[in-house]
């Protein structure tokens, strides 16, 4: 048995890993939970029909393909509970709803992924509930934005595509001094890299579709909690209907199993592409907080045990069409949005759109690289040649 209470939080999520979730004895000894298709939940008598109280009850509510994805999850976050969703943009709607009403302000990073924004500012906005975006290094200073309706500050860390990375135990603080629980999107760091609750978080939300899954074929998002915010997170999770499809939640069960060997690799390389691209010409600044010198570097260093495979770079002035001949010239890189699985990516994108101005001093376009799992020369070979067709295209 791993010792998990001696300190060597490595060892141990990579045991976790192995064994979270796991009842073989339960599955007529296979080593995985299988994928338990099924709505109806037969009762044994009339008498256990009537006090419910059994394990499973029906399908969208439980099966154990869900419960040991849940289990491991929440083993490894070190939460209190776990629940899933069918995708991590419906983790996070799903929280806020569950969380949220008429009346009350959310505090939401500036950073903050997109499509979760588009929710806060068109259905939340129109169920009565107000949204204010702040600036995501803005630290403890938060405090000075809390309002007596306050109920939730919201936090991305790295944040989407301009990866600043957040100083979440002082947002928590400020938070919680004000009443209000705090919330952070973890995907990009998973349990393994970030113990978002231990920073100060009451709930972590993962897009399970990136490393949880890992391989770019499921959508699955997972919310843990801690004791505080587990039972109204329970409570009304269920009403709203919302079930992981089964396939995808032991996808995601077998996903787990090799995260924590893919991560390490996608941190190797994505490191050293980052350092290769702070080299060259073409690019003024690479963001990628697990580069020394890079923005957010010592709080990463401070709150982070790693770091995955995702970051940008902003290149220097280059026309649109200098930015798609690099992109139209990788071959190894997909061009495609999504990341986490075993794939390298790129995606263009203009930092200053869809922030809360003045959010942006570079001037530059910024490109997303996803960092897969192949030979990290490839790679690098690879953007040399785009790297070369931007410069050709920008002259
Ligand atoms: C940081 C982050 N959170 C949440 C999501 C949403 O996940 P999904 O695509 O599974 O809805 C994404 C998707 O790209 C993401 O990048």
């Known amino acids: 048995m791993a010792d998990f209470a001696s300190g060597d939080r490595k060892k141990a999520d990579a045991t976790k890993l192995a064994h979270a979730g796991r009842h073989p004895a339960e599955q007529h000894g296979f080593v995985n939970t299988p994928v338990y298709r099924g709505s109806t939940v037969l009762y044994p008598d009339a008498a256990a029909l009537a006090a419910h109280d059994m394990a499973y009850t029906y399908g969208r509510r439980g099966t154990p393909t869900m419960e040991a994805l849940h289990e491991a999850i ?35 990073t500036d950073s903050v992924y997109f499509p979760a924004r588009r929710f806060c500012d068109r259905v939340l906005a129109g169920f009565g509930v107000d949204t204010e975006y702040y600036d995501p290094l803005i630290g403890g200073d938060i405090a000075g934005l809390m309002r007596p309706n306050t109920r939730l500050v919201y936090a991305e860390s790295p944040g989407s595509r301009t990866m600043e990375v957040q100083d979440l135990p002082a947002i928590a603080a400020a938070a919680h001094a ?13 349990p393994l890299y970030c113990k ?57 069960l077998r996903g787990l199993r090799t995260m924590g060997v893919r991560l390490a690799r996608h941190m190797q390389s994505a490191l050293d592409v980052a350092r290769w691209l702070a ?10 907080p697990g580069l020394e010198g890079a923005p957010g570097h010592e709080l990463w260093r401070r709150d982070f045990t790693g770091a995955s495979g995702l970051f940008s770079v902003i290149l220097k002035p280059a026309p649109r069409a200098a930015v798609e001949a690099m992109l139209d010239n990788l071959r190894l890189f997909g061009l495609g949005y999504s990341w986490g699985g075993y794939e390298s990516l790129a995606i263009p994108f203009d930092p200053a759109e869809r922030r809360t101005p003045p959010a942006w001093a570079h001037a530059g376009p910024g490109v997303r690289f996803h960092i897969g799992l192949e030979e990290v020369d490839d790679l690098k070979a690879d953007l040399a040649v785009g790297l070369a067709s931007l410069a050709a295209a920008r002259s």
């Open 74 to 108: 929440a083993e490894l976050d070190g939460a209190a509970g776990c629940l899933t969703a069918p995708s991590g943009l419906a983790a996070i709607s799903n929280t806020l709803l569950c969380l949220v009403g008429a009346g009350d302000h959310i505090l939401m």
């Open 279 to 288: 080299e060259r010409p073409e690019v003024d600044t690479v963001l990628h």
């Open 178 to 190: 004000g009443g209000a629980l705090v919330v952070v999107d973890n995907t990009w760091a998973t």
């Open 196 to 252: 978002a609750l231990d920073k100060g978080a009451d709930i972590a939300i993962y897009a399970g579709t990136k490393y949880i899954g890992g391989h770019s074929d499921i959508m699955l998002g997972a919310v843990t909690a801690n004791e505080a915010a587990w039972p109204d997170l329970h409570a009304a999770w269920f009403d709203f209907g919302n079930c992981a499809g089964t396939e995808e939640m032991f996808l995601g």
